[in-house]
Structure formats: C-alpha cells, structure tokens
C-alpha cells in the first residue's frame, strides 16, 4: 500500500492556514446565504419566501423552528421514500436511519450528495489536526478501522437507500480513501455483532491498522474478546503497533476515559468528534478541555437556543454573531441535506468564541445513552409502565441509570423500583422492559443483540417509600422536587444505589 500521509500532510499545511485566517461570522452568514439561494425552488424554499431572504434576521422571521416530528409529517413523509425537491433540490439518496423519537422506532434524516462532501471535508479535518499535532505521522500508511454497524443497506426505491450512517459513509466513500478503509465489504456486511467483533478481533490484528473509530462502549467489547483470546492483559501495542489515532464520540466519555488511556498506554492519542446523521457538527482539534470546534465552512448554518426558553412562544435565536460563552443553548442546524431551523436534541456551552469551540452538555429532553442505545425517556417510562400492567404490578417510583463495565464485563441498566407491593421476583419484569425497549428501538435493539453489546437490564426493587426517604435525605422534599427519572450522574446514581442498599436490607 502507497503512503499517501505526505500529500495529506501538504494539504493539512494549507487547509490549516485557511482555517486560522477564518472569520467564522462571516462564513456562516455566507453559508446560509449559498444554502438558502440553493433551496429557494423546493417545496421548503418557495413555502417560506426564500427569494426575499437577505440575511440572518430575515431568515429568522421566515422560518420557525421544528424538530424532526414536524418535518416528517409536513414535509418527508407525503413523498417518502421518493423526496424530490421538497426541502432540498433533487432527489435524496440517502436516509441515515437512527433512533430518538416517540412517533416511532426510527427517524429517517436526508443525507443528500453535499451532506457526503461536508462529512467528507470533516474527515480530513480531522486528519489535518492529526498530523497537525504529530508531524512525524504516517496514518494514510496503513487502514482506518470503523466500527460500527451493518454497512447493508435498504434499497426502499430506484436509487435511494436507508441504513446505518457508517453504512452509507462506507458505501460513498472518496476512490483515494477505500484502499485504507478497514474491515472487508465482506465483514461489513455481518449484522450478528457476536459473529462479527469474533471475526474483527482476530482479523484486526493481523491488519497494519493506524487509526480506530468507534462507539467507545462497543470498542471495550472487542478488545476484551481480544484479550481473552490472548491469555492475558493487552494494550494497543500489542495489538495494533502503529496505531496512532483513536476517535470517539457520540456518548460521554468520561466513565471510559480511564481504561482507554491506559489501554493506549501514552502512544495513540484521543481524539473526540461530534458527528449527528444531521451533519458533522464538530470535532476535537487541540486538547479535551479546549472543547470542539465548530465547523462552519461545511455547509452547516448554526443556531443557537437558550435552553430554558426553546419552548417558549418567541425564543430568542443566537447564531455566532451574537452567541456567548457559558450559556447552555440548544443547537439548532440548517444544512445541505435540507434541515431548516432543526432542533438536533443536543444542548452545547462555548468555550471559545474566536474561535468558536463549544462543549456538549446534554439533551433537551431527558435520555439514557451510556452505550450508545439511545433511549429516550418516553421510551423508558412506556416500557416501565408497559410491564407493570402487563404483570399486574403497582409502580410508585423509579430511577433507571448505567452500570459501566469493568475489564471483561458488559454494562447494563439498573432499575431502583419502588412497588405498592414488593414482588418475590423482578426477573419477570426487568424482561418485560427489556422486551418492549428492543421491539422499539433499533439502537437498543443492536445494543443487545443475544447480550452482546449490553447485559439485561437488572431491577432492584425497594420497600415502599424508599424514594420519598431519599429525596429527604437529599433536601429534595416538597412539591417542586421530582424524582428523577433517569440519572445520567455518576455520582447521584451511586449516591441511590448506596441509600438503597443500606435501606432495603
């Protein structure tokens, strides 16, 4: 194989350049202005007067913001699958197939051939802050492994197909870059998970693998089977020799962080990137607390939402010319693949203005994705309530939170439930959430695929009254105070699980 890492290095030189001479106000204004002239003759463009847009506040006043519900039943699902010149000109070849909403299993999110080139042009901004910081790299001397999920996809009409964004990635995938792609069409294509991590732990390692992309959750699975085929603890020296680079995002990293870096042992760095099947967001280009930067020179125009005012009647509507740092705003995309003033879900702080470098700090509805499952709390609070009635049970209570895996274990859910009358099992209902959850959501679905992503989900039940004598404890008590549903802080979770242990005997 040729190492193509010197051209990347002259490219990364020059890309590097334009990047710092960026001012970044003005090349989203002129972002918006190319993507709005662009779509002024679909559906969308012509419903909101895009002619008579001339700035950002016009388009402000033309265009109200929705969230993915909203555009699919006004706009993507009358012409589904054949979208044509609805919210985008031409056809839309592509849905990145996710889920995260209570109108069904799945959303479908246009990705349309400039989506392509914008996740593309985020890929070697990555590559340019790589060798950037390591000017000794040779990362296009060996393969890019990907893991991620089934690269199939469905062909749901002439010319368009749904499926996994990895899948789609792979499948559009530039000429010069399938020759350091990892793993084989072949492997892919495998949609068992146990059969395929079995297949890539052994394969991987006999691959010059240089730089490693994945779900951090899914990443421990494979290289705890490939510990346990080699006898003994490993690092990625003695995996991967020459890996230099592995790329994270899409869930909170902090609980993993340890047992990456010492799996790393200080030779392949850590490098986070925020990539959403709306578009690729932002990505790590200096060190973790630096934030990540936005990018706004891909075809992407952001908003930005105070959180606390998203659902109001007037919501005031920042973008980077007037956005602040330490504020916690709701992300709001306009793109190439036709998302026009699009509630993403996800809430970010800036932590840079100039430039513009922001932290993720949640989720404007609350969710549980320790492992990527993406659960959102309807879904839970469904599957809860599903299975007591199903059971003839009583719920008062519950808080449901993670249970991250130690070295050789699998994560899992744990649910504190409270009873009217405490049952003399709870297998029978943890399976019955367990059961409802997989039939409702694809990414929990894969996350559990014959136990291999995440165990079954474990509850424990507590006498009645236990929460009200925990939110005592906690100075919580009175009509304001909720129990919360799902506990996505470390801390707290562990603070109810240690008050129910010394309470429940």
């Known amino acids: 194989m040729m190492d193509m890492t010197p051209p990347l290095r002259l490219y990364a030189r020059w890309r590097r350049a334009s990047l710092a001479k960026l001012d970044n106000r003005a090349v989203q204004q002129r972002q918006l202005s190319r993507l709005v002239q662009k779509a002024a003759s679909t559906k969308f463009g012509c419903d909101h007067s895009f002619a008579t847009i001339n700035d950002v506040a016009d388009f402000q006043r033309a265009v109200p913001l929705r969230r993915y519900d909203d555009f699919w039943r006004e706009y993507w699902r009358p012409a589904f699958p054949v979208i044509e010149d609805v919210s985008w000109p031409g056809r ?99 949609t068992d998970w146990e059969e395929k991590v079995r297949r890539l732990a052994t394969l991987s390692v006999e691959t010059d693998i240089r730089v490693i992309t994945g779900t951090p959750s899914w990443l421990l699975i494979l290289f705890d089977k490939q510990e346990a085929n080699a006898g003994r603890p490993v690092t990625a020296r003695d995996l991967y020799p020459r890996l230099e680079m592995l790329v994270h995002g899409g869930v909170n990293f902090k609980p993993y962080r340890a047992r990456f870096e010492h799996f790393l042992a200080g030779g392949a760095e850590l490098r986070e990137v925020y990539p959403a099947s709306e578009g690729f967001i932002a990505l790590q280009d200096q060190t973790p607390e630096d934030g990540l930067r936005l990018l706004t020179d891909t075809g992407l125009f952001f908003e930005f939402v105070p959180v606390e005012e998203l659902d109001s009647k007037n919501p005031t509507r920042h973008w980077l010319g007037t956005v602040e740092k330490d504020v916690n705003y709701a992300i709001v995309l306009s793109t190439c693949s036709g998302c ?33 499952e993406h659960l959102i709390g309807e879904e839970i609070e469904d599957a809860v309530a599903g299975a007591a009635a199903d059971l003839g049970l009583t719920v008062t209570d519950f808080s449901v939170g993670a249970v991250y895996p130690a070295a050789g274990e699998l994560g899992r859910h744990l649910y504190v439930v409270e009873f009217e009358r405490i049952p003399n099992e709870t297998t029978v209902f943890a399976k019955a ?64 699980e240690r008050f129910t242990r010394e309470t429940n005997p």
Not at 92 to 119: C, E, H, L, Q, W
Not at 441 to 467: I, K, L
């Open 92 to 190: 839309v070849p592509y849905f990145a197939v996710t889920s995260g909403t209570t109108s069904g299993a799945s959303k479908y999110i246009p990705v349309t051939a400039d989506m392509n080139r914008s996740n593309t042009q985020a890929g070697l901004d990555l590559l340019t802050h790589h060798v950037t910081a390591r000017p000794k790299s040779d990362v296009f001397g060996g393969k890019s492994f990907m893991l991620g999920g089934s690269t199939d996809l469905v062909c749901e009409a002439d010319g368009v197909f749904s499926g996994d964004l990895s899948g789609i990635a792979i499948k559009r995938l530039p000429w010069w870059a399938r020759q350091f792609a990892f793993p084989p069409i072949e492997v892919a294509l495998i």
């Open 340 to 372: 026009w003033g699009y509630i993403i879900g996800d809430t970010v702080r800036f932590v840079s203005l100039d430039p513009p470098r922001i932290l993720i700090t949640g989720r404007t509805s609350y969710s549980l994705s320790a492992f990527g």
């Open 433 to 496: 959430i367990d059961e409802t959850l997989k039939a409702g959501n694809d990414d929990y679905r894969a996350h559990r695929s014959e136990g291999f992503g995440m165990d079954a989900p474990e509850v424990r039940a507590v006498a009645p009254g236990t929460f009200a004598r925990w939110m005592k404890a906690r100075g919580r008590m009175g009509g304001q105070n909720k129990v919360p549903r799902i506990i996505n802080d470390q801390q707290l979770f562990a603070d109810l």
